[in-house]
């Protein structure tokens, strides 16, 4: 079973995707974790995770390759 691993926490569901997007696109396998309160969408935030083996590649994309 693979471990995963926060890699990126967001309010915005947009950035969320970008980043989703961009990993993926790089083949590390990412997934977005909607922490978001469910009924009022006020509190909470969007975590991007990956497999705990990518975790120092996608860090290093998201902090050198992705700028908003």
Same mark, same amino acid.
């Given at each position: 079973?693979?471990?995963?691993?926060?890699?990126?926490?967001?309010?915005? *569901?947009?950035? /969320?995707? $970008?980043?989703?997007? %961009?990993? =993926?696109?790089?083949?590390?396998? /990412? %997934? $977005?974790?909607?922490?978001?309160?469910? %009924?009022?969408?006020?509190?909470?935030?969007?975590?991007?995770?990956? *497999?705990? =083996?990518? %975790?120092?590649? /996608?860090?290093? $994309? $998201?902090?050198?390759?992705? =700028?908003?």
């Amino acid at each position: 079973m693979t471990k995963w691993h926060k890699v990126y926490e967001t309010g915005s *569901p947009i950035r /969320a995707e $970008i980043i989703k997007g %961009v990993l =993926t696109e790089r083949g590390i396998m /990412a %997934v $977005i974790l909607n922490k978001r309160e469910t %009924v009022y969408h006020i509190h909470g935030n969007f975590e991007i995770m990956t *497999p705990t =083996t990518d %975790v120092v590649q /996608a860090i290093n $994309i $998201i902090e050198n390759e992705i =700028t908003f």
